[in-house]
C-alpha cells in the first residue's frame, strides 16, 4: 500500500512538473504585445513637418525601409502587424483620369530616339517632361514636371491654370536654371501641342537640348514621366484633396516636391531619395553632362536602348535600373 502511494505521489509530481513546462512554452508562443517604445517609433514614422507626407502615404515595405535607416531593427512582418492594428496603410492608385495631351496639327515632330529605354550613367543626360490635372472648386489647374531620369529628381516644375504652352515652357525655364550644363543632354516628351508648338523645340534649340517625342496614344513609351506624374496624384493631388483653389495647389506642389527630391524613398534607387543618389556623383568632383563618359550613346546618333557605357559595373542595389557607380572619368 506504501508502495503504491508513493508510486501516485512520484506520477503526479511527473505531471505537475510536465504541465507547467507545457503550459510555459505555449506562453512563449503567444505573440508578444509590443511596448510604448515601438508604439511610438512605428506611429510616427515622418511625423516631423518637413517629412509629414511620409506616414500618411506609405505602406509597410517602405515604413520598414525608413525605420531600418533610422536604426531600428525590426521585422517586415512585424510592421505589418502593427499597421494593421493601428488601421494605418499605405496609398493605391486608381481614378478615373482627364485627358491633357492634345495632340498637335503640325506632322513635323521630333522621332523617339529613346525606344522605351530610360537608363542613363549619369545625371543630365535625359530630361523626361509630362503634364497631370488637379481639380479644385474654381476648376481645373495643371501642373507641369520636368525629370531627371537618372535620379528621378523633379529638376522643374510649374502650375496654372491653363494647358497654354508657357505652362511648360516655365517648368523647363526652371530646369535649365537649376541645371545649366546641357551639353549632351537629351529631351523626351509626349506630342501635346505644349511640348511640339513652336516656341518650346526653340527653346530646346537654344539651350542645345536635343528633343524626342513619343509615340501618338502609347503610355509606355514615356513610362518613367507617368510614374512620377502617378506618385504626385496617389500622394498629394488626391490625398489631400479637396483643393480650393490654384495658390493652394502650388504652395502644397512645392512641399511635396522638396519631400521628394531630398526624403522619399524610391526603389529604383535602391531605397535613397533622389538627392541622396546624386551625392555620390558629386563627391567625385564629376560636373553632371560637361565631361563625356567614355562610349556613352549620344542621342544625335543613336538610340538610348544601345549597350551601357564601357567601364560601367552593374548596380548593386536589388531592382535599380540605374548603372552605380559612375565610370571613371578619362584623364
Known sequence: MERENRELRRANEILRKASAFFAQAE??????????????????????????????????????QELKRKGHQVARCTVERRMRQLGRRGVTRGRRFKVTTLTGASSSRPADLVGRNFTVHQPNRLWIA???????????????????????????????????????????????????????????????????????????????????????????????????????????????????????????????????????????????PPAEFEQPVYQHHITPASRPVPNEPSLRNTRYNSSPPCGVRASTAPGCATSWPPPPLPG
Open 27 to 64: 506562453f512563449d508562443r503567444r505573440p508578444r504585445e509590443w511596448g510604448p517604445s515601438w508604439m511610438r517609433i512605428v506611429g510616427n514614422v515622418g511625423s516631423s513637418p518637413s517629412a509629414r507626407s511620409c506616414r500618411e502615404v506609405y505602406g509597410p515595405r517602405k515604413v520598414w
Open 130 to 272: 509630362a503634364l497631370t490635372y488637379v481639380a479644385t472648386w474654381r476648376g481645373f489647374v495643371y501642373v507641369a514636371f520636368v525629370v531627371d531620369a537618372f535620379s528621378r529628381r523633379i529638376v522643374g516644375w510649374r502650375v496654372s491654370p491653363t494647358l497654354r504652352s508657357d505652362l511648360a515652357l516655365d517648368a523647363l525655364e526652371q530646369a535649365l536654371w537649376a541645371r545649366p550644363a546641357t551639353e549632351g543632354l537629351g529631351h523626351h516628351s509626349d506630342r501635346g501641342i505644349q511640348y511640339v508648338s513652336i516656341r518650346y523645340p526653340q527653346r530646346l534649340a537654344q539651350a542645345g537640348i536635343e528633343p524626342s517625342v513619343r509615340s501618338v496614344g502609347d503610355s509606355y513609351d514615356n513610362a518613367l514621366a507617368e510614374t512620377i506624374i502617378g506618385l504626385y496624384n496617389t500622394e498629394l493631388s488626391h490625398h489631400r484633396g479637396p483643393w480650393r483653389y490654384l495658390e493652394q495647389v502650388d504652395f502644397a506642389t512645392l512641399e511635396w516636391v522638396d519631400w521628394f527630391n531630398h526624403r522619399r524613398l524610391l526603389e529604383p534607387l535602391g531605397y535613397l
